[in-house]
């Protein structure tokens, strides 16, 4: 829907000048901040500070953790939206709820979960220590977590857009003698396909970006457990704001990326737009 | 078109926890799956004790240590190859001293941990059971091969003039110090302010509490880690005085400005000895009790202690102490022990839930 | 024939499901079974059993002790930091966002879609990255926080940056939650209410808000829901002084340090409870929302 020209009144510019106003200074700004402070001195500076080998394996680890999560949560949000979206079952907005609640769950507490089950004291703590298992303060613990926090992103991309496109294809795929399978494939996932794009691109964001949890279930050891943003505070906590931006801009260039794929995706398919969801 | 006349949708769901079991499977294999694959990413190793394989260590610190165990673990390792012609890889963790021990009871997998006081380390065995109650009696010096204390950093020039703890209740006054609930050096500074106060003629419990309440009413920004009240004093230019271990000032001075900052050495300060120990059941379950114990008694060698006196630790050896009189002025201490009954006492009085610390932060 | 004819009516009437008695349910589409059941073992395994964790812990408190643990005055006045700021935070955000969302749907102005695009950027940064950010810009030698110093209005360190931060995280839900509702409104209405006389307010008051409302309320439970426990983006800027600057996620960080795992997750589990029916009221909202937009056009 192309905006029109309301009557340029003066309140109308006004409201729009505050608009603006608050956007930049409040969302545009930190951003900003974060690339002025890692070239504070100098691209010399800044490239050593992404060559050190921490930072190094930080960016490795979370590329590690990343691709191990956003499949997982890929598949699983595929998986849920089909149940919930191609039939109808009572308790539904109750699974979609449930579903949504890794959302409104702190991070800390998404973190302190995995310690109560897995770590040392927790139900299976024994167990994996005398099995020399290693879940939490080690690599899968971290995944753990930010499979948790990250867990509804997908589906919450899905679900909406399967709704809306009903069944109708598929029910004649299946007619026509396909089976299950191959009208997934063949209907479903290309019509899905922009969706799913969307909401692996969110779910990369949060999973590379995420702080909290891996606070909580990574032991810290520099080079081993320590994910970027964990590096980056570190690198703060050692007086060296030019590497901890240095670092903060790698992750912020992929948010600039997530940004302009995403935009990119919705010009092109506007039923992508974030709108109310969860249809019944 | 295939139809399912004769399902209910109580079958269906019969159906689908019986295909849950499918998952399940699945889900279990692929979790051992990808710990399987990231044991090479946890800190344990399977490579036995043999001459030329690398044995990785682990050592989980509080802190302020980063770049002195950066600098020692190169010392160590190149003694350890020479004398045994065995590669060490020594891995660090850095934290809050409390958290550290934490994290090792709950399982991070520490060959050794050298914590920032006795308590923290106290707790490996109280709650944890991983080393043995006697722990601190196996090294010299209560386990502690290098000692520190208590000091304030202020802006060059000391403009708002301070000279000593009372200063630090002034009304105009900003303090920075951590939160002794999670950070060690904070727990030090507490107690060297409560030392000072009731050490004050006419003390008592009751005048030092009231002292140190005044003095946190001066603190707007209570940071986890001595490292992060560091930081914020140092980066974010918060607050008129940093209240700091001896070697985290030393270290801001000389690192970060000599022109920016200068010490003020207090009164009477308290004796911090932040202590080391090897984790006995981690050590022997791994079969790293050999390099571990090497690596602990090393700090008592002179290189080890050269190495903490480079980095403002006083230490414990009375030739290198000699050599590095200078920067580290003479100053009444007392210790935990005299003045505090130990630290069961201190913390049971001062920082558990219900103590001294609650009481403060509860009344404001 | 018929029967098949009369089955293809009754499930062409919803998505693949029941017909209109509910004791004959069929399935069109196969993989229910399947997919259900991995969904519930997955969420099972990754979501319910390890929360049920927490639940379970705190169970051993007993009620007393619970709630004796979570009446501290310490505890209490986390958890009034963190859902206060978090209320402040999307009543702020249900302001501007408003007015943005307004903004860049019904006007055209130079870079609209690069601010469009920028929306977005709380939720795509990494909570550490703004938090540090943050924390730069508004103390007191930040770009912001030195201008703001000397008007004597302190932002880091103070629950007024709490805040702030709450306000960054929380701006991209109440204005994506708009925007398509804000496009969809029929102008003709609005013009016909002009034409017969009411002002720009009146209009705005009786046509545009009882329309747009539940949209509103929508996005600002989302922004609310994802800011109480919010923890990388405000621990750098939060001043961590108990009782006046401390936010409840911490709270439960301080008790873990303590070995009071109990105690701590008794405070996670209000929490829980709290999203939980932020949850269920959001999906209600946009249940809600979803029938009233179905009878309206």
Redesign the interface.
Known sequence: MTPTRLPAGLAGTLLLIVALLYLGVLVALPLVVVFVEALAKGTTAYLAALADPDTRSALRLTLVVASVTVPLNLVFGVTASWAIAKFDFRGKNMLITLIDLPFAVSPVIAGLIYVLVFGARGWFGPWLTAHNIHIIFAVPGIILATTFVTFPFVARELIPLMQAQGTEEEQTAISLGASGWQAFRHVTLPNIRWGLLYGVLLCNARAMGEFGAVSVVSGHIRGLTNTLPLHIEILHNEYNPVAAFSSASILALLALVTLIAKALLERRHPELRPGIAHQA | ?????A???RT??I??????????I??AT???M??AC??S????T?APDAPGTAIKL?N?SY?PT?EFYADYNKAFAAYWKQKTGQVIIM??????S??QA??V?????ADVVTLALAYDVD?LNR??QLIPANWSSRLPDNSSPYTSTIVFLVRKGNPKNIRDWNDLVRPDIQVITP?P??SGGARWNYLAAWAYAKGLKGGSDASAEAFVKALYKN???????S??A??TF?????GDVLIAWENEALM?YS??GADKFDIVTPSISILAEPPVSVVDKVVD?RSTRAVAEAYVQYLYSHEGQEIAARHFYRPRDAGVAQEHAAQFPALPMVTVGEAFGGWSKAQAAHF??GGSF?RI??A? | MTNVASAIDRTTDRAGGYPARRNRAFRVLPGFGLTMGVTLAYLSLIVLIPLSAAFLRSGTLGPRQFWHVVSAPRVLASLRLSFGASLVAALVNAVFGFIIAWALTRRRFPLRRIFDAIIDLPFALPTAVAGIALAALYSSNGWIGRWLEPLGIKVAYTPLGVVVALCFIGLPFVVRTLQPVLADLDREVERAAETLGASRVQTFRWVVLPTVWPALLTGCALAFSRSVGEYGSVIFIAGNVPMVSEIAPLMIMTKLEQYQYAEATAIAVVMLLASFGLMLLINGLQLWTQRRQRTRS
């Open positions: 078109m295939k139809t399912n006349f399902d209910s949708s269906l769901t159906r689908a926890l019986a295909n849950a079991r499918r998952g399940w699945a889900l692929a979790a051992i990808v710990s990231s044991e990413g946890s800190p344990s399977h682990l989980v802190d980063r891995q660090q963790s850095h934290g809050g409390g958290k934490r994290a009871v709950d399982g991070l997998e707790a709650e944890g939160n609930k999670t603190v707007p920004v209570l940071d986890s880690g490292r992060g560091t930081v140092v980066e974010r230019g918060i801001a690192q970060l379950r558990a839930d609650d932060y509860s404001q």
